[in-house]
């Protein structure tokens, strides 16, 4: 049962995270397999502030051996 985490820097539309999540899980599917039933996406938004402190510290640089795709930015 995947389960996909996306943290996003706040501004984002509901809109465009509806869109985020639906098309995370259509790629997945290719992929993967699996029936669209076993898949959920979670979005939280961050303020660039907490990402910097965060995020990018944290979740990113600190867990670098769980990365299939590294940032092409520094903090």
Same mark, same amino acid.
């Given at each position: 049962?995947?389960?996909?985490?996306?943290? *996003? *820097?706040?501004?984002?539309?509901?809109?465009?995270?509806? @869109? *985020?999540?639906?098309? =995370? =899980? @259509?790629?997945?599917? @290719? =992929? +993967?397999?699996?029936?669209? &039933?076993?898949?959920? =996406?979670? +979005?939280?938004?961050?303020?660039?502030? &907490?990402?910097?402190?965060?995020? !990018?510290?944290?979740? +990113?640089?600190?867990?670098? &051996?769980? *990365? !299939? @795709?590294?940032?092409?930015?520094?903090?």
């Amino acid at each position: 049962m995947p389960h996909f985490h996306i943290s *996003l *820097l706040e501004g984002k539309t509901e809109e465009q995270k509806q @869109k *985020l999540a639906k098309e =995370v =899980v @259509k790629a997945a599917q @290719k =992929v +993967i397999g699996y029936g669209d &039933e076993s898949y959920s =996406v979670s +979005i939280e938004d961050f303020t660039f502030d &907490e990402w910097r402190k965060d995020i !990018y510290p944290n979740e +990113i640089i600190g867990k670098k &051996e769980m *990365l !299939y @795709k590294e940032p092409g930015y520094e903090m």
